[in-house]
Nanobody
Framework: QVQLVESGGGLVQPGGSLRLSCVGSGFTFSNSPTTWYRQAPGKERELVAR????????NYADSVKGRFTISRDNAKNTVYLQMNSLKPEDTAVYYC?????????WGQGTQVTVSL
């Protein structure tokens, strides 16, 4: 079955960096656009960054432009989110989501906490 597994979250100080990974299985990963979302406590889930199936095009939320970079390695069935210059307001659970065969699938999420 389709599965997405995120990893790489953790506790980091403001100004620090983390790299999140999302590994897909059970579908043709190289055909599937992928999006990172995040959800902070008490807030709605929001789009962070998305990437097309080939990696040729990316989009970012205004709040992360210039700090986050989304990329993918289709040979490894993995999408990455490099997060630099992290701020306390980046604290959230980060989820990856993909579209395949007309359906949306989500991972279980990974917690990112930015704090002193």
């Amino acid at each position: 079955q389709v599965q997405l597994v995120e990893s790489g979250g953790g506790l980091v100080q403001p100004g620090g960096s983390l790299r999140l990974s999302c590994v897909g299985s059970g579908f043709t990963f190289s055909n599937s656009p992928t999006t990172w979302y995040r959800q902070a406590p008490g807030k709605e889930r929001e789009l962070v960054a998305r990437i097309t199936s080939t990696g040729g095009s990316t989009n970012y939320a205004d709040s992360v432009k210039g700090r986050f970079t989304i990329s993918r390695d289709n040979a490894k069935n993995t999408v990455y989110l490099q997060m630099n210059s992290l701020k306390p307001e980046d604290t959230a659970v980060y989820y990856c989501q993909t579209l395949t065969i007309g359906r949306s699938y989500w991972g279980q999420g990974t917690q990112v906490t930015v704090s002193l």
